[in-house]
Every structure is written in structure tokens, then in C-alpha cells.
Nanobody, 117 residues
Framework: QALLVESGGGLVQAGGSLRLSCATS????????MAWYRQAPGKQRELVAA??????DYSDSVKGRFTISGDNTKNTVDLQMNSLKPEDTAVYFC????????????WGQGIQVTVSS
């Protein structure tokens, strides 16, 4: 089973930027759909951004501030986060799947992003 590994999280002040990256440690197939989710304390996991078949989708809360970019030849997906707000604080998870269905089979362990006010 493929293992996704996130990197790039950390602590940043409000208004700052971070770039998250996700890569697979091993895989023998291509991910055709990749996404980033996040989960804040006491809240449900929510979709932040997704990319598949050249199409990108964003949650309303991050539209215009975050940019997702995927490379399925390398099975990597990045999330550029600008104009960060304290409410963006959460654990961010990378997700991927071979099929484009809105469901994701493979998940990373998660990485903390903290935005201070």
C-alpha cells in the first residue's frame, strides 16, 4: 500500500505563507486524483482543495488564498497557502486515489499548521 508523506507545515503569523508538499514513499501506480484535507481541534475533517484531470476545486474558505498543484507523473501534490488566517490552524492531510471519484483510498499521517494572530 502506498504511503503518503506530508512536509512543510509549521508555525506562521497571520498574513504569512506556507507551502505543503506531499509525496509517496513507494507506489507502482499513478494517482489520478489528489487532495488536501484539514481537521481543526473539535471539528470534522474537511476538504480544502482537490486536483484531478486538470481540474482544481477549493473550499470557499480558502478560495483565492490557496493553490493546489499536482503532478501525477511523480505522484506529488503541493498546497501553496497565502494570506493565512488563525482559522486555518489545523492538521493538514494529503489524500490520493487512482480513480477520480471524490473518494480517497490513500492518506498521509497529517502535518500541523498553526497560524498565530
Amino acid at each position: 500500500q502506498a504511503l503518503l508523506v506530508e512536509s512543510g507545515g509549521g508555525l506562521v503569523q497571520a498574513g504569512g505563507s506556507l507551502r505543503l508538499s506531499c509525496a509517496t514513499s513507494r507506489t507502482f501506480f499513478t494517482f489520478n486524483a489528489m487532495a488536501w484535507y484539514r481537521q481543526a481541534p473539535g471539528k470534522q475533517r474537511e476538504l480544502v482543495a482537490a486536483v484531478s484531470g486538470g481540474r482544481t476545486d477549493y473550499s470557499d474558505s480558502v478560495k483565492g488564498r490557496f493553490t493546489i498543484s499536482g503532478d501525477n507523473t511523480k505522484n506529488t501534490v503541493d498546497l501553496q497557502m497565502n494570506s493565512l488566517k488563525p482559522e486555518d490552524t489545523a492538521v493538514y492531510f494529503c489524500a490520493a486515489d487512482r480513480r477520480i471519484s471524490g473518494q480517497y483510498t490513500y492518506w498521509g499521517q497529517g502535518i500541523q499548521v498553526t497560524v498565530s494572530s
